[in-house]
């Protein structure tokens, strides 16, 4: 098993930036992707980004030149970097690890899930 915590949110203005970051524990060596997913209320879970093991990416087009994916192997961490924060971009933030090594959008293909922390963006 792989347990995910994720930390660094908040509450923020907009136009302001936060940094999620990821920590995984347990079997980590069977990690391949990594991802983002939120959730707003009342809506369903979407995808953000998502990175494979080699540092390849995809970002959501709602989010594309405002975040940005990474990850420490090292430190079995992912990162999400948020900048220029929109309130759209309220939501709670899954952090997402499959076992597979391709990148994937569809959060049916991630297997291992972070509790969730919540980002709220204020006008």
């Known amino acids: 098993q792989v347990q995910l915590v994720e930390s660094g949110g908040g509450l923020v203005q907009a136009g302001g930036s936060l940094r999620l970051s990821c920590a995984a524990s347990g079997r980590t060596f069977s990690v391949g992707a990594m991802g983002w997913f939120r959730q707003a209320p009342g809506e369903e879970r979407e995808f953000v980004a998502a990175?494979?093991?080699?540092?390849?990416?995809d970002h959501a087009n709602s989010v594309k030149g405002r975040f940005t994916i990474s990850r420490d192997n090292a430190k079995n961490t992912g990162y999400l970097q948020m900048n220029s924060l929109k309130p759209e971009d309220t939501a709670v933030y899954y952090c997402?690890?499959?076992?597979?090594?391709?990148?994937?959008?569809?959060?049916?293909?991630?297997?291992?899930w972070g509790q969730g922390t919540q980002v709220t963006v204020s006008s």
């Open positions: 990175i494979t093991w080699s540092g390849s990416t």
């Open positions: 997402a690890a499959r076992n597979g090594r391709s990148l994937s959008t569809s959060r049916n293909q991630y297997t291992y």
